[in-house]
Structure formats: structure tokens, C-alpha cells
């Protein structure tokens, strides 16, 4: 499950810090686990392409080198394909298996940018978001 | 197997009574070290198990026929082979329910919620696990009575200074931990029982991690209450033990309602069965309860002395094999003054992250925070892995976890 590219972004991670002007910024956490992840996200000038993305936490190796992934493949992006991203996108981009009981630290990042985006939208009310409860 | 007392386990025997230990994942023998979470159940009791379904499966109490006495026989004498283990006075003070935890919230709902009030106050300890701690939070939330909690130091024993402070003429319910399933920590429920009756409390004892593993007395302990559930001493899941003092259970009332806990019922009253099966509503784990039994067989057999020497010869041997990593943090107090479990923090590396490499060398521990969430805020780690150990366990498997440990290390180094 530790291929050396989970393991190098858990060591190295991307895009790690905060931006100078994010257009949203939005926090998970996943309690029983204690994962913690923020994104931060710039959008362009129209409000549809992601232009800058960062992140920072604090959790296991999969739930930080997920972020880390996630910050560089999300930029680019349009907001309209970030909600179309599920957890089988998420596991593709780790490129490895991962059990039932970790797919919670491997969505989070994922959940935290959408939830971050659809609450700047205005299209959701939540202070903070978690993946404990998914399955 | 040897009987006296102080002979080493024949562990090599008592493994070939657990087949599952000879379970291998791509090659790997298994290492099974999540003793805590749940203990392997032995031949002896599965073949408990399937005679009672293959000759003489039938419900209690309900009938005159042949097999149903049976049944009722086997699963009352269950009642008294607990007591006798445990060293209660008779079956009246066995009460058998799902596990620990159903054992607690039955004196929660039956005792707490009709006999607390404003002014009353339960003292706890910081290392209780949440099925003590939820369940008084909530009766306290109910009755507007008070949760206060016993310190617990920085080697992770309880504060009984402060114990001594928090325990008053208020205190009602005293309800602490015997072996704390995080820090390993060993409590003086005697003395705080001591305490507790001096000011005219009750005193609960939380027996989950210490009744497999070491002879319990509630004499001994001059316990009012003590909870342990089947599972983790050999015997099935669906099975737990809440032991009561007579008189404070006949003064108790019910908590479920139902079928055999009742005298006499007409459609305006009803009146209760005599102890224990006053509180044991509806048709009960009578499978679970007999194999209880013959899980406390198969222990006494090789001796509770023996279990706990075993246990705690283990934990000392981890905490001194995992303490030669400079960079690891275990919890608890010293190896050679703990149950068998020790729980500990890689610096480097999330519990979580531990333990999914642990298992790829067929080690298997539990990750998590272990049901007592504020003492881990307490200890500042979110989570921690724990090794803990039984009947069956080895210093070759402890090797095989420092081991896989180091390769842990090594990967996120």
C-alpha cells in the first residue's frame, strides 16, 4: 500500500502552505482519526478554472500524500470537474489499493475542496468537513 | 498442561487449542496481538457452542419439555460458574447482558436515572473508556447530576490525592477501570472502593481488561458492581457478566421489560421475576452464557495466577523491546507494573499508518484511540497502536512486532 509515491508526498508534499489570496478556504477533519487537512483554493478572474491550490495538515500518510496529490491535479481544473471527482478518481491518482477502513483518509482531501467550493457558491452550509460517516 | 501454579504456560499447547493461529496471510504466520479489542476463542468452547445447537438447543424457562430443561439447566449453572470464578455469593448476583458496556448502562438506566439528582456527583477517572464515561455524561445530563474526574499523572496512574479530594459525601457512584485498555495502568480499586463506602457511594468496577487476565475477587475488591464481557476471556461475542451485590440489585429497578423478568402480570400491573432473571428480559444469549462457562473452564484450567504472570511477563518484554527505539513514545506506566498491553506512538509515523504496515507482516494490533478519546486529547496524540497480549502469545511474536516496527521506521524515515 506505501508505493514510493504516497511515500514521497507524505515525506515531500506539494503546494503545502497557504496562499496570499484564496478565493475560498475550507477545513476537514476526521476526529476518530485525528486527520486534519485545509485548502486552500484560488479561482480565476470568471470563477470557473482552478488556478492555485494549496493545502495543510496533519494525519497519516495516505490522508497528507492524498492532499498533496490532489493540490497539483486540481489545479488547471475546472470547478465543474472537481464535483465530478469520486473516490475511484481518488484511488486512481494514489495508484494503490486501499482497504475499506482508509478510504475515509484518502477522500478527505477530495471532500474538503468540493465541500470548499460549493460552500463559496453558496450551495452548502458547513463549517467543517469529515468522511468518518461515510460508509 | 501443568498444574501447578507457578509453571510457565505450555504455550505451545494451549496454541493448539486456537486453529485460527495457524493462519497464514501470503506466507506469514499470523501474529495476533489485538487481545484487548477481542481474545481467540479455543476448541473447547466452539464445541460448546456446537453441542449446545446440535443436541440440546431450545429456549429457557419456557418449557416443561425435555430439551428446554436442558437448556434452562446448562444456562442457570453458567450463572452460578461465573459467580464461583469471580467469587460472588450466589447466581442471584450474575446478571448475564451483551457485553461490558450493556452491563454498565443497565446500572446507568436501572440505579442512575432513578436515584441521581442536582447535588449528586459520579467520580470517574480520566482513563475511563467511553462506555463508563458516555453513559455517566448522559445519566448526568438527565438527572443534573455531576461527572468528576480522577487525574491521571504523567507515568498515567491515577492522582489519589485527588481521588480523596473528588470523593465526597456527594459522591453517589464511584466507577473506575480496573486495567486501563490504554495506558495498561493496574488501578487500586480496593482502595478507592475503601473510599467510596466511606462515603456511603457505590463503588463500580470497569473488569473488561483485568477478569481475563488475572484473578478478580469482588470479596477481594469489596466491589458493589463489577462488568466484563465473554469476549475478551475465550468465550463468544453477545455475552457479558454485570455482577451486583444482592441487596443493591433486589433494591434496583428493572431496566427491559419483557418476557421471563416478571412475577405475575395482569393489564394493569406487573410484578418481577426474582434475581438475576429480573434483569434479563426476553429470550437471553443462552448459547454465549453456556459458552461463557466453559470459557472460565478452559482458564481455570490452566490457572488465573498463571494468565496474569504470563500477561504481565509479556507487557514487559514489549515495553523493554519497543523502548530500545529512541524515537517511540509508549503510554502507561513501567513495563514491569502494567496488564498485558502496551500502547505507544513511532514519532514519525500516524498509529494508523503503524498499523497497516504492521499487517502486511501478518501483525495484527488495533489502531485508533481506543474508545477513551479525552485521555488521548490528554496525551496529545489523536491515536495510538497497541499490542496486547493472552493465553497464547510468545516473546518470538513480540520479536516479530519489533521487528515489523522497525520496518515501519525505516519506510518513513
Redesign the interface.
Known amino acids: ?2 508505493r514510493q509515491q504516497i ?1 514521497d508526498h ?2 515531500s508534499p506539494r503546494n503545502y502552505g497557504e496562499l496570499e489570496e484564496p478565493t475560498f478556504t475550507h477545513v476537514g477533519e476526521n ?4 486527520d486534519t487537512i485545509e485548502m486552500q483554493v484560488k479561482l480565476d478572474d470568471d470563477e470557473e478554472e482552478i488556478e492555485y491550490v494549496t493545502f495543510q495538515g496533519d ?4 490522508s497528507q500524500a492524498s492532499a498533496s496529490m490532489l493540490s497539483e491535479k486540481l489545479q488547471g481544473m475546472t470547478v465543474e470537474d472537481l464535483q465530478e471527482l469520486d473516490r475511484d478518481d481518488v484511488v486512481d491518482m494514489l495508484g494503490v489499493d486501499i ?1 475499506p477502513m ?1 478510504i475515509k ?1 484518502a477522500v478527505l482531501a477530495e471532500k474538503v475542496a468540493q465541500d470548499g467550493a460549493d460552500i463559496y457558491f453558496g450551495e452548502l452550509d458547513v463549517d467543517k468537513t469529515t468522511t468518518e460517516d461515510d460508509d | 498442561m501443568g498444574t501447578t501454579e507457578s509453571a510457565p504456560l505450555a504455550v505451545e499447547d494451549i496454541r493448539a487449542d486456537f486453529p485460527i493461529l495457524e493462519r497464514e496471510f501470503d506466507g506469514t504466520p499470523l501474529v495476533y496481538l489485538d487481545n484487548a479489542a477481542t481474545s481467540q476463542t479455543p476448541d473447547q468452547v466452539v464445541d460448546a457452542i456446537v453441542e449446545y445447537y446440535r443436541t440440546y438447543n431450545s429456549n429457557v424457562h419456557r418449557g416443561i419439555h425435555q430439551l428446554s430443561q436442558e437448556a434452562s439447566i446448562a444456562y442457570e449453572e453458567a450463572h452460578d460458574r461465573v459467580a464461583e470464578f469471580i467469587g460472588a455469593e450466589s447466581r442471584e448476583e450474575i446478571v448475564f447482558t451483551k457485553n461490558t458496556t450493556e452491563s454498565m448502562n443497565l446500572v446507568a438506566y436501572a440505579w442512575g436515572l432513578n436515584e441521581l439528582g442536582p447535588g449528586d456527583e459520579v467520580v470517574l477517572t480520566e482513563m475511563e473508556h467511553h462506555a463508563s464515561l458516555v453513559t455517566w455524561q448522559q445519566v448526568a445530563k438527565r438527572t443534573g447530576a455531576t461527572v468528576k474526574f480522577v487525574r491521571v499523572d504523567d507515568e498515567g496512574y491515577l492522582d489519589m490525592d485527588h481521588a480523596r479530594e473528588l470523593i465526597t459525601d456527594d459522591t453517589e457512584m464511584v466507577s473506575v477501570v480496573h486495567i486501563s485498555n490504554t495506558l495498561g495502568t493496574i488501578n487500586p480499586v480496593a482502595d478507592l472502593a475503601d473510599l467510596a463506602h466511606d462515603h456511603d457511594a457505590y463503588m463500580f468496577v470497569d473488569g473488561a481488561q483485568s477478569v481475563p487476565t488475572r484473578p478478580v475477587d469482588v470479596g477481594e475488591i469489596d466491589a458493589d458492581f463489577l462488568a466484563f464481557s465473554g469476549h475478551k476471556m475465550c468465550g463468544p461475542t453477545g455475552i457479558g457478566v454485570l455482577y451486583g451485590k444482592e441487596p443493591i440489585l433486589d433494591a434496583m429497578q428493572p431496566y427491559l421489560y419483557g418476557g421471563d423478568m416478571i412475577r405475575k402480570v395482569t393489564f394493569e400491573e406487573s410484578t418481577w421475576n426474582e434475581l438475576p432473571w429480573k434483569f434479563e428480559a426476553g429470550t437471553p444469549n443462552i448459547c454465549q452464557g453456556i459458552a461463557l462457562a466453559e470459557a472460565i473452564d478452559y482458564l481455570e484450567d490452566i490457572g488465573m495466577d498463571r494468565v496474569q504472570a504470563h500477561e504481565e511477563q509479556l507487557a514487559e518484554y514489549a515495553y523493554d523491546r519497543l523502548s530500545e527505539f529512541e524515537d517511540i513514545e509508549i503510554y502507561g506506566p513501567p513495563g514491569d507494573d502494567r496488564g498485558g498491553l502496551v500502547a505507544f506512538n513511532l514519532d514519525a509515523v500516524h498509529a494508523h499508518d503503524t498499523s497497516e504496515i504492521l499487517n502486511e507482516f501478518a501483525v495484527a494490533v488495533r489502531a485508533g484511540d481506543h474508545c477513551t478519546q479525552p485521555l488521548h486529547d490528554k496525551l496529545g496524540a489523536p491515536a495510538s497502536a497497541r499490542a496486547s497480549f493472552y493465553i497464547y502469545n510468545t516473546r518470538e511474536e513480540v520479536d516479530k512486532l519489533v521487528e515489523a516496527l522497525a520496518d515501519a521506521r525505516e519506510l518513513f524515515a
Open positions: 500500500m506505501y511515500l507524505y515525506k476526529p476518530m482519526c485525528g494525519g497519516c500518510a495516505i482497504s482508509r483518509c
